[in-house]
């Protein structure tokens, strides 16, 4: 029996044919994916900067128990993924993984996804799916192991 994930789908508007390749990726490998993303097929026209936060994005990212980001070089200057990664974090309960996608080497990370992720994987189905079970995973866009990243620590 496949493997039912609810995800949703952080990304650019300019990146949602990285949404359908992501999906389509998966399709087949006993994994289902359903998604509450928000692309231009199921467009809203919502200007509204509280509304779409609370009215679309919120119970979307609410509904989801994981929350993947495709990692693109644009996407750290894009600040609803920044967003859409906080409010997921506040909700204490979905697993935030980062998906680099096809020709992101030498790309930063959101600094929302680098401070929450629980893991970050190359574009590998193989590796999405253990990142989606709740394996931790830390890579490059090329799939080789991240370097250890300085964290700074604040005492009690």
Avoid at 103 to 123: F, K, M, N, T, Y
């Amino acid at each position: 029996m496949p493997e039912i994930h609810n995800v949703f789908v952080s990304h650019r508007h300019e990146d949602d044919a990285l949404v359908k390749q992501f999906k389509s990726m998966l399709a087949g490998k006993n994994v289902v994916i359903r998604d509450s993303s928000i692309t231009n097929d199921a467009p809203n026209d919502a200007n509204n900067d509280d509304y779409i936060k609370s009215q679309i994005l919120a119970p979307n990212i609410q509904w989801a128990g994981k929350v993947v980001v495709i990692i693109t070089p644009d996407t750290k200057n894009h600040p609803w993924v920044d967003w859409e990664v906080e409010y997921a974090e506040k909700c204490g309960d979905k697993e935030i993984i980062g998906v680099w996608a096809p020709g992101s080497d030498g790309c930063e990370l959101p600094q929302a996804l680098e401070r929450h992720a629980d893991a970050i994987v190359s574009w590998d189905a193989e590796k999405i799916i253990d990142a989606l079970n709740g394996k931790a995973r830390w890579e490059q866009p090329d799939g080789t192991p991240r370097p250890a990243q300085h964290v700074d620590r604040i005492g009690c």
